[in-house]
């Protein structure tokens, strides 16, 4: 886990940003996950430090599940959601127009985690092993199957269950051997519990592009502008946030309270596991990785998780971060 320090972001100590008096906010709808999160911190300090409102943005944010966001981003029924590239590859080999605009996430945040005395530090050692998973989908899935991959794991050894997402109490509790699980939470809340844990980040063995902002073709052609503040705002966010992760907690929990009080340590060391896998050179914040998307791309294809190749030049675009002021 990085060490984050407490240098200032450009603009830190300074009052919030704010349109010109008078200067109506144009209303924004933008799909998050489930629920409420530390985890969405860089989007509650773009709101409450007047990142949003300095673009003349008032973004509402919606929770549910990402691949229904996704489907109404497709056709232009909301114009924003954040997602990972697998999903947008997905999408377009289903003929929906996403295009990803912005890298939030620097490292693909799945993990297999065990107990440490299970000796289980390679996928090899899954071989023989009973390995949970929430279903057969989503990030979980596309995190298995790029292991299998990447890694040569042979997949027929290993026994795959299905467990819904009960990854920590499946593991503590011997009903799985190991399961998969977001770095930032399966194996935080086992370390909190006294744990010792052992994880083999999918990122170490392939690099998939993971969440970050996603529109469409149309709100690009039609709506540049507003793709454009969108990414400078939540650009500045991010920065914000790895420089000043005490206040950018503190915000995230005014934005939800039911993490603080009593789950305050346990969402702050969330938070701070989430920090690692957000953090980047400041040249490379926000830009994709074309390498990155061909990868995955080729992977997906090869794996049978869709039935076309799909051009990868369609799936990202750096135009916008690119054109971002600089910091």
């Given at each position: 886990?990085?060490?984050?320090?407490?240098?200032?972001?450009?603009?830190?100590?300074?009052?919030?940003?704010?349109?010109?008096?008078?200067?109506?906010?144009?209303?924004?709808?933008?799909?998050?996950g489930y629920i409420p999160s530390v985890q969405f911190a860089?989007?509650?300090?773009?709101?409450?430090?007047?990142?949003?409102?300095?673009?003349?943005?008032?973004?509402?944010?919606?929770?549910?599940?990402?691949?229904?966001?996704?489907?109404?981003?497709?056709?232009?029924?909301?114009?924003?959601?954040?997602?990972?590239?697998?999903?947008?590859?997905?999408?377009?080999?289903?003929?929906?127009?996403?295009?990803?605009?912005?890298?939030?996430?620097?490292?693909?945040?799945?993990?297999?985690?065990?107990?440490?005395?299970?000796?289980?530090?390679?996928?090899?050692?899954?071989?023989?092993?009973?390995?949970?998973?929430?279903?057969?989908?989503?990030?979980?899935?596309?995190?298995?199957?790029?292991?299998?991959?990447?890694?040569?794991?042979?997949?027929?050894?290993?026994?795959?269950?299905?467990?819904?997402?009960?990854?920590?109490?499946?593991?503590?509790?011997?009903?799985?051997?190991?399961?998969?699980?977001?770095?930032?939470?399966?194996?935080?809340?086992?370390?909190?519990?006294?744990?010792?844990?052992?994880?083999?980040?999918?990122?170490?063995?392939?690099?998939?592009?993971?969440?970050?902002?996603?529109?469409?073709?149309?709100?690009?052609?039609?709506?540049?502008?507003?793709?454009?503040?969108?990414?400078?705002?939540?650009?500045?966010?991010?920065?914000?946030?790895?420089?000043?992760?005490?206040?950018?907690?503190?915000?995230?929990?005014?934005?939800?309270?039911?993490?603080?009080?009593?789950?305050?340590?346990?969402?702050?060391?969330?938070?701070?596991?989430?920090?690692?896998?957000?953090?980047?050179?400041?040249?490379?914040?926000?830009?994709?990785?074309?390498?990155?998307?061909?990868?995955?791309?080729?992977?997906?294809?090869?794996?049978?998780?869709?039935?076309?190749?799909?051009?990868?030049?369609?799936?990202?675009?750096?135009?916008?971060?690119?054109?971002?002021?600089?910091?």
């Amino acid at each position: 886990m990085w060490i984050i320090g407490t240098t200032l972001a450009p603009g830190a100590g300074q009052p919030a940003p704010t349109p010109e008096p008078g200067v109506a906010l144009s209303p924004v709808a933008l799909g998050l996950g489930y629920i409420p999160s530390v985890q969405f911190a860089p989007f509650y300090v773009a709101r409450d430090k007047g990142f949003f409102a300095e673009q003349g943005l008032d973004v509402q944010f919606q929770h549910g599940i990402e691949t229904d966001f996704l489907k109404l981003v497709g056709v232009n029924q909301m114009q924003f959601a954040v997602g990972s590239g697998d999903q947008v590859i997905l999408g377009r080999a289903q003929e929906l127009p996403l295009t990803y605009v912005l890298a939030w996430y620097r490292q693909f945040p799945v993990a297999v985690m065990s107990l440490a005395e299970k000796g289980l530090d390679t996928p090899q050692a899954l071989e023989g092993q009973r390995v949970g998973i929430p279903g057969m989908f989503g990030a979980s899935l596309v995190a298995w199957k790029a292991l299998v991959y990447a890694a040569g794991l042979d997949e027929s050894k290993v026994t795959l269950e299905s467990i819904g997402f009960t990854q920590a109490a499946a593991v503590s509790e011997g009903r799985v051997d190991a399961a998969l699980d977001y770095m930032a939470n399966g194996p935080v809340q086992l370390r909190l519990a006294g744990k010792d844990v052992q994880t083999i980040p999918v990122s170490d063995f392939i690099d998939l592009p993971s969440n970050g902002l996603i529109t469409n073709q149309q709100t690009i052609a039609e709506n540049p502008e507003l793709v454009q503040k969108m990414s400078t705002a939540l650009l500045a966010a991010i920065r914000y946030t790895l420089a000043n992760p005490d206040e950018a907690f503190a915000i995230s929990l005014k934005a939800v309270p039911e993490a603080g009080g009593d789950n305050a340590a346990a969402n702050r060391a969330i938070f701070d596991a989430s920090l690692d896998l957000w953090r980047a050179a400041d040249a490379d914040i926000g830009r994709s990785d074309p390498a990155a998307w061909a990868q995955a791309a080729q992977f997906m294809r090869e794996m049978g998780l869709i039935e076309a190749d799909v051009p990868v030049d369609t799936l990202f675009t750096n135009q916008f971060v690119d054109a971002a002021p600089a910091p």
